[in-house]
């Protein structure tokens, strides 16, 4: 398989204000100084920086980026505006204590070694300041602990000469202890130091968390029988966590690393659903375990050095043993995946915990609205794959300052007992939150797909509750991102290659599909993405209805006029996106929390990149229902139907089209990578974004000849590494801001 399981999946189901006043955000200052610049600062490795910049910091609520737009580009650099500083921080491989030597970055090192380096495909981070005192706070800046997952692996670049397989068996076990312990997360300890910052080597807070690390199954449906295996027998516990995509933190200071397509790592024999239940197979197929797939990287394969060792054959959920209940081999092992993961990184020794409370999905992660005392905690979670579903939890406890710095109890008094709800987008810009309960919106034992017959039912197969309750099939929900300044909550739909299948019609909330040309092939469907965004009625987030829009439509900004692509007419580019911030495949969203209006908004896109790798941008976004409704006719053949040209007009609600000053290219990454990741320092003055897999389109043929599709951070010939990067000022002001 490709390095890279992002897009995978599909839904085959069958489902059918808080208003504010634009503010006059910009000022007339703004206005006059938007032009796309052409000054830069490029990085090939550590960091460097170039002059220039604005004047410091700007607290006053008219905000204005300031900076000039970095431009689209195929090269394998990292981009920065003048003024910037950009510093590969924390690097694959890199040592997390003392005792590890530094990564010689050939492939070289051992599988166990893993455990106390960085892992691979930095994906979904956090930035928990801390007291001198080593408690979260808040409001810290200068020191604190960077929490981030480890999403995936470039496989041909973690061993010498790419991954050992004879006939389909991985026969040096080693290197899948070295696969295995790349996934996961990291925890540590970064500071400020000469303008930028640096990770402590030394610091016992540092920590990796891997596929081997024992993890709690807490919440409503620890302890049923879909969670019980032979390594847990009383369906208490799993071991690891795998796919780590994007994240989520709290109020108390945890963080919460989301499993993502946990599904395509396991094996299930071509025969296994002749074993099976009924509502077991209806369970298996709608999550993605498939009969007859061989799991991720072939696991299962690798021999232990002990043979009672089940570390690798537990990747395998075929049923193989005799007992009813599943405690005698691993049918049921892939129920233990999927869920979002409370750790804290406060405490280096505790037991991650396994939240079932907010369902089980292939889980992008879990942003919070703010937390507000007295009132419930709510976390908005995208499942990312073709067709699936936005999520939304309220906890059943009120929120009470009191638990700041509560750890993994904490977690347990909100995160254990809630309500679960799938949204459903109306035709005419009103939406509904579908209550996933037993007895509510037609979930029960009497359904035919699958019976629930008590509340774990619905956390385990949360997307066939999804299924009956009505929800909305979306172009893969991403990440979610809460506005500071009024609660819209802006969820990226990154694309969706079936967006027009008969399975997947079109309809207000998704309503674009067309054919894009891009070398020899025709991309089809959404191919570019668009971020919808809704505000919950009365401002409340606990509240059943909202209202919603487009915010943006990515496009390529020349889309509509390229002669060889009349099937665009004037239907693509929507947001009239121009050179300085035309994207494509939106994924990260952070809305900063320092000067509340800044959206940032990273790409992971595979439509856009023979003309630009991925990139960040900075956004000053206005609220729902701040432009016009628009009829989009769109003028290509859905998939499904023949090739039969079929014109679809649709009616939806999109936003006030962005300009250069609402809307501006801040960073290109190097080749082959995605952007994902973002965090920023309370003051503001510091944000880390991941560069995750450069190079991962390299071929072990390329590995040898040293062809490779990237060389970044270290340049030269060496091979590429996923890293963390932090970017700094210069004059030491705000990101972004003039
Ligand atoms: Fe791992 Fe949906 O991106
Ligand atoms: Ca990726
Ligand atoms: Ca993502
Ligand atoms: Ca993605």
Known sequence: ??????????????????DSILAA?????????????VAS??????????CGGGDGDNNDDKLELGFSAIAKSVADALTVPAGYTATALYRLGDPINAATLDYSNNGTESGASFAARAGDH???????????????????????????????????????????????????ADEVIKEMNCHGVSVIEVARAGGTFAYSKTSAYNRRITTFTEMALSGPAAGSNALKTKFSPDGTKTRGTVNNCANGYTPWGTYLTCEENYAGYFKRSSTDNLNRTAPEVAGLNRNGITQGAAGSYNWTTATPADAADTSFSRWDATKL???????????????????????????????????????????????PAPAVAGRPLVYYMGDDSRGEYIYKFVSTANWDPADVNG??????????????????????????????SLGVNGINAQSAVYPFAEAADILVQTRLAADIAGATKMDRPEWAAVDPRNGNIYVTLTNNSQRGSVAQPLDAANPRYYADPKGSATQRGNNNGHIIRMAPAGGDHTATAFTW????????????????????QANVNLSGLVDSNDFSSPDGLWFSQATPGLLWIETDDGAYTDVTNCMLLAALPGTVNDGAPVTIANKAAPQGTGGAAVDVSVTTKMGLKPTNNTLRRFLVGPAGCELTGVAETPDGKALFVQIQHPGENTTVAQLASGAFESHWPQGGAARPRSSTVVITRNDGGKIGLV
Do not use: C
């Not at 005192?133 to 061993?159: C, K, P, W």
């Not at 129920?335 to 037991?351: K, L, R």
């Not at 904490?410 to 949204?423: E, I, Q």
């Open 407 to 436: 750890g993994l109890a904490a977690g347990d008094k909100y995160l254990n007992a809630g309500k679960l709800f799938v949204a459903r987008f109306g035709t005419d810009g009103a939406g509904t939150w579908l209550e996933l």
């Open 122 to 172: 930095h994906d979904g981070m956090h930035f928990f300041g801390m007291t001198a005192a080593g408690a979260y706070d808040r409001n810290a800046s200068d020191r604190g602990l960077l929490v981030m997952n480890h999403e995936n692996i470039t496989q041909v670049f973690l061993h010498a000469n790419g991954p050992t397989t004879v006939n389909g068996v991985r026969t040096v």
């Open 321 to 367: 043993g005799t007992s009813t209940d599943g405690t005698d081999d691993f049918r049921n092992v892939a129920n233990t995946f999927g869920w979002v993961v409370e750790i804290d990184p406060f405490n280096a020794t505790s037991t991650p915990r396994k939240r079932t409370a907010m369902g089980r999905m292939g889980h992008e992660g879990a942003w």
């Open 41 to 50: 600062t490029v990085i090939m490795g550590g960091a460097l920086s170039a």
């Open 1 to 18: 398989m490709t390095a890279d399981a992002d897009d995978i999946g599909s839904n085959n189901s069958f489902n059918p204000t808080f």
């Open 549 to 568: 829009d487009v915010y943006l439509f990515g496009a390529q900004a020349h889309a509509d006029v390229a002669a060889n692509e009349a099937d665009h």
């Open 25 to 37: 955000r910009f000022s007339r200052r703004a206005l006059l100084k938007g032009a796309v610049g």
